[in-house]
């Protein structure tokens, strides 16, 4: 019945707490909720993500932890990287194995990581962008860099869990004694955030860390005196002011201009080349020549005639430029501009923390993270040595017993069947001493020798309360750290084979570079545009009234003057504006191409204006329902194919017009199908970039026919039939003067039957 009250649904059990076998009801925005969050996180945690504590993502810390268990060390043999994924994949990451390859390719690749982990033989790729061969052809094995990393693991410093499968165990973070994270970089995508480090120099960073383990708590500006900026594998030079770079190590959010490191080769008679060294991090090479050589074919970089790539095992880009008296700053700018040579890279500190939380962390912040985790490294290190003292010192204790009584010993191992409980009782010896005297071969205790015992067992005493004192004292702990630090410092820093800074930081220089008119030679032409749209560009100014040929079925719609550095634009009737260089009009002597090859307007769409772009020109825009507003030729320039959306249409009210306001102005004239003419003020229409515009004029039937600016002091003029001219002077036109959205009154006799002005 209507009054009966529905019982609510118990809502549905996640995880453990569900029936299997059982169907339960559920609505399909909490099921589908309930699994993206599952989902997003294991992409946050488990993916994506590095740990701010060693600085690896899940797979890279599966693949060193594997390749140390496979026995790889950098002095040992080469291994097959097959073998390794396959150890990866079957015991700790259930995943493809053709991304946990390409993470052991990328950790070998010396132009992608700064301090490579995995030491490879074979083809790995290169910095043109080819693939690494595959897995079973290539070999690998741990660098020094990642031995630093594992160090410890078998000291108890950190925690292992199971694998997937619970028949392992792996370590949920390396100890890390190489401050990796900031030294290597990572980049990452997960779901609604992403990660984007850049890599530094490690032996900077060592810097850094020992004047915070001195000053804890020091400021982002002291730190950035040991850290300048990021170091890059393949160079190159950092052009970010130093203030930006401040702000982005604060906020742990930014990024950084680096561009290609050059010179200038003298070629003699005044001709010359310039020869690019080094190329930003992580812009493929091969890709790279291919759009400059694009730049060059398209005819897009007129002061650049050739481009050669003559790299073998250094890389060296030949630029050579059009003509000697070409400025090499200024053609190098030209190509920072429009080419990879110069790139901006990302900072996003997003990492996960040491309780597995992500969020963006300072340059300070990561680096007083990599100390408390080697500071908790320590402790746990000095425990677990502290246990094994105390073990070694028991089982000492025992052998000295033993010693003592050697004859008894040997008599009761000779003559008890269970000599074991007849030791512990007689000499008041441990379990674990028993066990340890027992298992001593005889030779071994004929060998024993008191005064070797204690003072082992003194040495042992002393290193023990060495140990225990550091486990409280905070201040030789930071002295601990600082050792290691200047120990890794003295392996990876600047001094060390490859550790020197690779990338310089340098003021950007102040040329400016050339606009791409400025780069092409200026001449003049006439625009030539047909009624179907095939467009062409004839050799200088042609009388507009001249008789030109058009393809069968086609005529006229556009002619005009124009010169060769122009930008056409072109309004459509869907009212976006679209920009054509004239440099890329096809030649005069054939009869053109669509205007549609050279931008994207839909086929539905049709031509509205065509006209020469005017620096600081405006116009008005308007709808064939008559609203339309003043629009700055500036606003419509577009940077794409696909155009600028300028005026706001629907199907029933397309773009209809263009009119160019010239200087002077004051009026606007409009005139409907109706044959109603209205004059009024310019200032009263609103100059916008994008919109649908103000009412211009009103209409009872019909819509908007054509308008023009004008100046009122000089009247309103038109051409009529037979070439005469039309002249309405102020006075007489002052009974069409109005507000705008009126709707104004019939036109003047003699006004043209189409309702156009001209």
Same mark, same amino acid.
């Given at each position: 019945?209507?009054?009966?009250?529905?019982?609510?649904?118990?809502?549905?059990?996640?995880?453990?707490?569900?029936?299997?076998?059982?169907?339960?009801?559920?609505?399909?925005?909490?099921?589908?909720?309930?699994?993206?969050?599952?989902?997003?996180?294991?992409?946050?945690?488990?993916?994506?993500?590095?740990?701010?504590?060693?600085?690896?993502?899940?797979?890279?810390?599966?693949?060193?932890?594997?390749?140390? $268990? =496979?026995?790889?060390?950098?002095?040992?043999?080469?291994?097959?990287?097959?073998?390794?994924?396959?150890?990866?994949?079957?015991?700790?990451?259930?995943?493809?194995?053709?991304?946990?390859?390409?993470?052991?390719?990328?950790?070998?690749?010396?132009?992608?990581?700064?301090?490579?982990?995995?030491?490879?033989?074979?083809?790995?790729?290169?910095?043109?962008?080819?693939?690494?061969?595959?897995?079973?052809?290539?070999?690998?094995?741990?660098? *020094?860099?990642?031995?630093?990393?594992?160090?410890?693991?078998?000291?108890?410093?950190?925690?292992?869990?199971?694998?997937?499968?619970?028949?392992?165990?792996?370590?949920?973070?390396?100890?890390?004694?190489?401050?990796?994270?900031?030294?290597?970089?990572?980049?990452?995508?997960?779901? *609604?955030?992403?990660?984007?480090?850049?890599?530094?120099?490690?032996?900077?960073?060592?810097?850094? +860390?020992?004047?915070?383990?001195?000053?804890?708590?020091?400021?982002?500006?002291?730190?950035?005196?040991?850290?300048?900026?990021?170091?890059?594998?393949?160079?190159?030079?950092?052009?970010?002011?130093?203030?930006?770079?401040?702000?982005?190590?604060?906020?742990?959010? *930014?990024?950084?201009?680096?561009?290609?490191?050059?010179?200038?080769?003298? =070629?003699?008679?005044?001709?010359?080349?310039?020869?690019?060294?080094?190329?930003?991090?992580?812009?493929?090479?091969?890709?790279?020549? !291919?759009?400059?050589?694009?730049?060059?074919?398209?005819?897009?970089?007129?002061?650049?005639?050739?481009?050669?790539?003559?790299?073998?095992?250094?890389?060296?880009?030949?630029?050579?430029?059009?003509?000697?008296?070409?400025?090499?700053?200024? +053609?190098?700018?030209?190509?920072?501009?429009?080419?990879?040579?110069?790139?901006?890279?990302?900072?996003?500190?997003?990492?996960?923390?040491?309780?597995?939380?992500?969020?963006?962390?300072?340059?300070?912040?990561?680096? $007083?993270?990599?100390?408390?985790?080697?500071?908790?490294?320590?402790?746990?290190?000095?425990?677990?040595?502290?246990? @094994?003292?105390?073990?070694?010192?028991?089982?000492?204790?025992?052998?000295?017993?033993?010693?003592?009584?050697?004859?008894?010993?040997? !008599?009761?191992?000779?003559?008890?069947?269970?000599?074991?409980?007849?030791?512990?009782?007689?000499?008041? +010896?441990?379990?674990? $001493?028993?066990?340890?005297?027992?298992?001593?071969?005889?030779?071994?205790?004929?060998?024993?020798?008191?005064?070797?015992?204690?003072?082992?067992?003194?040495?042992?005493?002393?290193?023990?309360?060495?140990?225990?004192?550091?486990?409280?004292?905070?201040?030789?702990?930071?002295?601990?750290?600082?050792?290691?630090?200047?120990?890794?410092?003295?392996?990876?820093? $600047?001094?060390?084979?490859?550790?020197?800074?690779?990338?310089?930081?340098?003021?950007?220089?102040?040329?400016?570079?050339?606009?791409?008119?400025?780069?092409?030679?200026?001449?003049?032409?006439?625009?030539?545009?047909?009624?179907?749209?095939?467009?062409?560009?004839?050799?200088?100014?042609?009388?507009?009234?001249?008789?030109?040929?058009?393809?069968?079925?086609?005529?006229?719609?556009?002619?005009?003057?124009?010169?060769?550095?122009?930008?056409?634009?072109?309004?459509?009737?869907?009212?976006?504006?679209?920009?054509?260089?004239?440099?890329?009009?096809?030649?005069?002597?054939?009869?053109?191409?669509?205007?549609?090859?050279?931008?994207?307007?839909? /086929? !539905?769409?049709?031509?509205?204006?065509?006209?020469?772009?005017?620096?600081?020109?405006?116009?008005?825009?308007?709808?064939?329902?008559?609203?339309?507003?003043?629009?700055?030729?500036?606003?419509?320039?577009?940077?794409?194919?696909? *155009? @600028?959306?300028?005026?706001?249409?629907?199907? +029933?009210?397309?773009?209809?017009?263009? #009119?160019?306001?010239?200087?002077?102005?004051?009026?606007?004239?409009?005139?409907?199908?109706?044959?109603?003419?209205?004059?009024?003020?310019?200032?009263?229409?609103?100059?916008?970039?994008?919109?649908?515009?103000?009412?211009?004029?009103?209409?009872?039937?019909?819509?908007?026919?054509?308008?023009?600016?004008?100046?009122?002091?000089?009247?309103?003029?038109?051409?009529?039939?037979?070439?005469?001219?039309?002249?309405?002077?102020?006075?007489?036109?002052?009974?069409?003067?109005?507000?705008?959205?009126?709707?104004?009154?019939?036109?003047?006799?003699?006004?043209? #039957?189409? /309702?156009?002005?001209?």
């Amino acid at each position: 019945m209507d009054n009966e009250k529905e019982t609510p649904k118990k809502a549905a059990p996640s995880g453990a707490d569900r029936n299997p076998g059982v169907i339960e009801d559920e609505t399909l925005i909490r099921a589908l909720g309930r699994r993206y969050l599952t989902y997003a996180l294991s992409t946050i945690m488990h993916r994506a993500l590095p740990d701010v504590r060693d600085g690896l993502k899940p797979v890279h810390r599966r693949l060193l932890f594997a390749m140390q $268990q =496979l026995k790889m060390p950098p002095d040992g043999p080469f291994k097959k990287s097959a073998r390794v994924v396959g150890d990866v994949v079957g015991k700790y990451h259930p995943h493809g194995e053709s991304s946990v390859y390409d993470a052991l390719v990328r950790l070998a690749q010396d132009f992608s990581a700064r301090y490579p982990l995995i030491d490879g033989q074979g083809n790995f790729g290169n910095i043109d962008g080819d693939n690494p061969a595959a897995m079973r052809y290539t070999e690998c094995r741990l660098t *020094g860099t990642a031995t630093a990393l594992l160090r410890g693991l078998d000291d108890d410093a950190v925690d292992f869990s199971p694998n997937y499968d619970g028949q392992e165990t792996e370590p949920d973070v390396l100890p890390s004694a190489f401050p990796n994270l900031l030294a290597n970089g990572a980049n990452g995508i997960a779901v *609604g955030m992403a990660t984007s480090i850049p890599p530094h120099n490690a032996g900077e960073l060592c810097d850094a +860390l020992l004047h915070l383990l001195k000053s804890p708590g020091a400021s982002i500006e002291k730190l950035m005196e040991f850290v300048p900026a990021p170091d890059f594998p393949t160079g190159g030079i950092l052009i970010e002011p130093a203030s930006s770079m401040l702000d982005a190590y604060k906020t742990g959010r *930014g990024g950084f201009r680096l561009r290609s490191k050059w010179h200038k080769e003298d =070629l003699g008679r005044g001709r010359y080349e310039v020869i690019v060294t080094e190329i930003p991090f992580q812009v493929q090479k091969a890709k790279l020549v !291919e759009r400059i050589a694009a730049l060059v074919t398209e005819k897009k970089l007129p002061i650049l005639a050739d481009v050669r790539d003559e790299s073998a095992e250094d890389l060296r880009l030949v630029l050579e430029p059009r003509s000697g008296n070409v400025d090499a700053a200024v +053609l190098m700018e030209a190509l920072f501009r429009q080419t990879d040579l110069e790139v901006r890279i990302p900072l996003n500190l997003n990492v996960l923390d040491a309780k597995r939380t992500p969020r963006v962390m300072s340059l300070g912040e990561a680096l $007083q993270s990599f100390i408390d985790h080697r500071r908790d490294v320590l402790l746990r290190r000095s425990r677990h040595r502290i246990s @094994k003292i105390d073990a070694r010192a028991e089982t000492l204790d025992g052998y000295i017993i033993a010693y003592l009584n050697l004859d008894r010993v040997i !008599e009761i191992i000779r003559e008890e069947d269970k000599p074991k409980p007849v030791m512990v009782a007689e000499f008041g +010896l441990t379990d674990n $001493q028993a066990e340890a005297i027992l298992n001593m071969r005889l030779r071994s205790l004929r060998k024993l020798e008191e005064m070797e015992l204690r003072a082992e067992r003194d040495a042992l005493a002393t290193e023990r309360e060495t140990l225990s004192a550091l486990l409280d004292d905070e201040a030789a702990q930071s002295k601990a750290l600082s050792e290691e630090m200047r120990e890794t410092k003295k392996k990876f820093g $600047q001094k060390s084979p490859g550790g020197a800074r690779r990338t310089e930081i340098a003021e950007a220089p102040k040329v400016e570079a050339p606009s791409i008119e400025a780069m092409i030679d200026k001449e003049p032409i006439t625009v030539i545009c047909s009624e179907n749209g095939w467009i062409r560009a004839m050799k200088g100014h042609v009388a507009l009234d001249s008789e030109v040929k058009y393809k069968d079925g086609d005529g006229p719609r556009f002619i005009f003057h124009a010169q060769t550095t122009d930008r056409l634009l072109m309004m459509a009737s869907n009212g976006r504006f679209y920009t054509i260089g004239a440099d890329k009009l096809p030649g005069g002597r054939s009869m053109g191409e669509p205007v549609r090859l050279l931008v994207d307007l839909p /086929n !539905e769409e049709r031509m509205v204006a065509l006209f020469a772009h005017k620096p600081g020109a405006k116009g008005i825009v308007a709808t064939g329902a008559g609203r339309g507003f003043v629009l700055s030729e500036a606003d419509a320039l577009a940077q794409t194919r696909t *155009g @600028k959306q300028v005026l706001n249409t629907d199907p +029933l009210a397309p773009a209809a017009l263009y #009119r160019r306001i010239e200087d002077g102005d004051d009026t606007v004239v409009v005139v409907g199908a109706n044959r109603k003419l209205l004059a009024f003020p310019l200032e009263e229409l609103p100059e916008m970039a994008r919109g649908k515009g103000v009412l211009l004029q009103r209409y009872k039937d019909g819509g908007l026919a054509d308008l023009r600016s004008v100046k009122w002091d000089e009247g309103l003029k038109w051409t009529m039939g037979g070439g005469n001219t039309r002249h309405v002077q102020p006075d007489e036109l002052a009974q069409w003067r109005g507000k705008r959205a009126g709707a104004g009154l019939m036109a003047p006799r003699g006004f043209p #039957r189409d /309702n156009r002005f001209d």
